[in-house]
């Protein structure tokens, strides 16, 4: 069996747990004295970090929200001063404003770390040529799995994400055999190798690969191994926390394979937010046990999910993740981008030709996510001239575009179509089918 760090992957339970309490011990005084929000939600339930002396008492925390991100913007919950710092990341956020994350050079190590695991787990070693073809930016996947690559000693092609006809061209000229990307785009590449007439095992030599920021269903894990012939490892990370590599799947799929040396999972009820027993399925929270930079402490992801704690075939101890089934807010991801309909509606907002009367058509086509906006014209706006309604629809489509990351298609209406409702308006219908 191959593994990056063995002694902590196949750590007995009982030093996990030693491990776990200490590291939070930690973690909890090292927040209450640097991250002034934290502090301050400890103060108002008069907890003090001794109150903490074990991963057991991990429940009288408070809860950290993605709110509480959104009020420090942007450096307000950073644990260090920023010469400290070594990079930002950052994610979409429900208002305009993002969700930023620092990290340190520790960090940034710890990450590579747990990014490392991950790629040996869908069977990579220090000899893989790893084809990442997540996007590189604020986004975590490219430079995420990237710097896994490095930390394992692999070569590492950073082709990012688009151009589809170069992606297979350096795939097959520099022989990857583990490739990163979302689960939607590697069936899109599947697609075009296929229509390519290129062979697998010769052409393309891919072993294996690490799958991730969008749900994904165990059929098109299925279809994904039998057409190329690989290992498909389904990855989960937030970029709040860590990028990809927070937990990733090994070879038999028992779940992901939780970094919980470096994050401690919990499930709670969605509702009361009470702890769940193991196997229940709730929200996953998230605690940082060595984070520096920016650690929080029981996050809560708004992923919707269950853990399971059965021994695996390869040997690794941790707790592992199921698959993420969805999410307690009204986040959609399309082709890996995080979209809010809230942040549609601030674009709406700012044009005068139209209304903030609109619907979201979330589907799969080929494959590959579509996401359609029908928006009502307004009322001064004569449909008939055709040419300026043409306009409007091209300058709206391109300041979506430009405010969310990822293209979609507007439909525009006439005033009064799009449906009203007595209740909470219901604004997206998602067809895509898990
Ligand atoms: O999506 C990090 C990542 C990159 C993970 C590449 C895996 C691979 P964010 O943009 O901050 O970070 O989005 C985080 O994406 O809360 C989940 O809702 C969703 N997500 C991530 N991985 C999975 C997965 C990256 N394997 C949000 N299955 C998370 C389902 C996932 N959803």
Not at 371 to 389: C, G, Q, R, T
Request: aromatic fraction near 6%.
């Amino acid at each position: 069996m191959q593994y990056f760090q063995k002694e902590i992957e196949t750590m007995s339970k009982a030093d996990k747990r030693a491990l776990q309490s200490e590291r939070l011990v930690k973690m909890v005084k090292y927040v209450y004295e640097n991250q002034k929000p934290y502090r301050a939600k400890m103060d108002a339930i008069k907890l003090k970090p001794s109150d903490i002396k074990s991963i057991d008492d991990i429940y009288k925390l408070p809860y950290t929200v993605k709110q509480d991100l959104r009020d420090a913007y942007p450096f307000g919950m950073m644990a260090r001063p920023r010469k400290d710092l070594v990079r930002l990341h950052a994610s979409s956020a429900t208002t305009g404003k993002l969700t930023v994350a620092g990290y340190t050079q520790n960090d940034i190590d710890v990450w590579g770390d747990c990014a490392a695991r991950s790629l040996v787990m869908a069977g990579a070693d220090k000899d893989s040529v790893i084809h990442v073809a997540y996007g590189y930016g604020l986004f975590t996947g490219g430079l995420g799995m990237h710097y896994g690559g490095e930390h394992l000693g692999a070569v590492v092609v950073p082709a990012s994400a688009g151009n589809t006809q170069k992606q297979i061209q350096l795939i097959s000229d520099f022989g990857a055999d583990i490739i990163c990307c979302t689960p939607s785009y590697i069936i899109y590449l599947t697609e075009e190798i296929e229509r390519l007439g290129l062979k697998i095992g010769t052409d393309i030599k891919l072993k294996g690969g690490v799958f991730g920021a969008e749900a994904w269903s165990e059929g098109m894990r299925a279809d994904i191994e039998r057409r190329l012939g690989i290992r498909a490892c389904d990855i989960y990370g937030l970029s709040e926390i860590a990028g990809p590599g927070v937990a990733c799947d090994c070879q038999f799929k028992t779940g992901m394979h939780f970094q919980d040396d470096h994050f401690y999972p919990e499930i709670v009820d969605v509702n009361t937010l009470e702890p769940l027993p193991m196997g229940e399925s709730g929200e996953l929270v998230i605690t940082t046990l060595t984070k520096e930079g920016m650690p929080l402490i029981r996050y809560r992801t708004r992923d919707i999910a269950s853990l399971n704690d059965d021994p695996c075939p390869c040997g690794r101890t941790s707790v592992k993740l199921n698959k993420i089934t969805g999410r307690s807010d009204d986040m959609l991801i399309i082709r890996g981008v995080n979209v809010f309909p809230s942040q549609i509606e601030s674009v709406l907002l700012k044009d005068e030709n139209i209304t903030p009367n609109y619907h979201i058509n979330v589907d799969r086509v080929n494959n590959l996510d579509t996401m359609e906006i029908v928006v009502e014209l307004s009322p001064n706006v004569k449909v008939d001239e055709v040419a300026h309604v043409e306009e409007i629809r091209k300058k709206l489509a391109a300041n979506m575009a430009s405010a969310l990351s990822v293209s979609a298609k507007i439909t525009l209406v006439t005033p009064g179509t799009v449906a009203r409702s007595e209740g909470k308006a219901k604004r997206i219908t998602d067809n895509r089918k898990l």
